[in-house]
């Protein structure tokens, strides 16, 4: 009988073991899931054509700057984009109170613009040469890039370009893709309006040549 006390005792504590192990390792495991940061499926990588998209971290941007469909009342017509420079925000009107939001970043040129304008050329993978200005501004960075680059991975205008003309007058005010996503939110030294890549990708599909796009900045009154 005392032996069987004994194997009895035994078993016992091997089971408490290895109910605490099972304990541990369920806690670690969530601990570890809670830990874990995915990326949105909207910024996972994305295969274009002949380039590769990369996968955008979003950890540093904020959630607001980040594709959302929202509330946004307003007269302009579905198709309309809306830019505010202020929020840092462009919105895809879609009519019904309703609008597609992007973040964006916003450089020198791209403050440079305010009222309405007409989308009269789309772009997949555009060329890029710096505008004049940003040559005088800064020559060093820019003067050696005065012929343009291809498009590409590299190209300060991303994967898509949208371009503004009021009339046949090109205003040279772009809404176009980054190299740098982590700007996005936030006002940056030269370039127009910018978007994360997978951003101005589903935008560009969104929006027809044609379109109508309603620059605002700080409040400044709309030209027509």
Not at 45 to 57: F, M, Q, S, Y
Not at 171 to 183: K, L, N, V
Request: proline letters at 4%.
């Amino acid at each position: 009988m005392i032996i069987k006390a004994r194997h009895f005792a035994r078993l016992l504590g091997i089971a408490a073991i290895t109910f605490l192990l099972a304990g541990c390792a369920s806690r670690s495991s969530s601990l570890a899931e809670k830990e874990i940061t995915t990326t949105p499926a909207a910024y996972a990588e994305l295969i274009d054509g002949i380039h590769t998209i990369p996968e955008v971290d979003t950890s540093g941007i904020d959630a607001a700057m980040l594709r959302q469909r929202v509330d946004h009342p307003t007269d302009e017509p579905a198709g309309t984009i809306v830019v505010d420079t202020a929020a840092r925000h462009l919105y895809l009107v879609e009519g019904n109170g309703k609008a597609m939001r992007y973040g964006i970043g916003v450089g020198k040129e791209g403050l440079a613009f305010a009222g309405a304008a007409t989308i009269k050329r789309k772009a997949e993978w555009p060329h890029w040469r710096p505008t004049q200005n940003m040559m005088d501004r800064e020559p060093a960075r820019y003067r050696h890039l005065a012929s343009g680059l291809a498009g590409g991975l590299d190209n300060p205008l991303g994967p898509r370009a949208l371009y503004l003309y009021q009339g046949d007058r090109d205003t040279m005010f772009r809404i176009h893709g980054t190299t740098e996503p982590e700007t996005i939110g936030n006002a940056v030294s030269s370039g127009c309006i910018r978007l994360i890549n997978q951003d101005i990708v589903d935008l560009y599909s969104r929006v027809k040549i044609g379109n109508r796009v309603v620059v605002v900045q700080g409040g400044r009154a709309l030209s027509s």
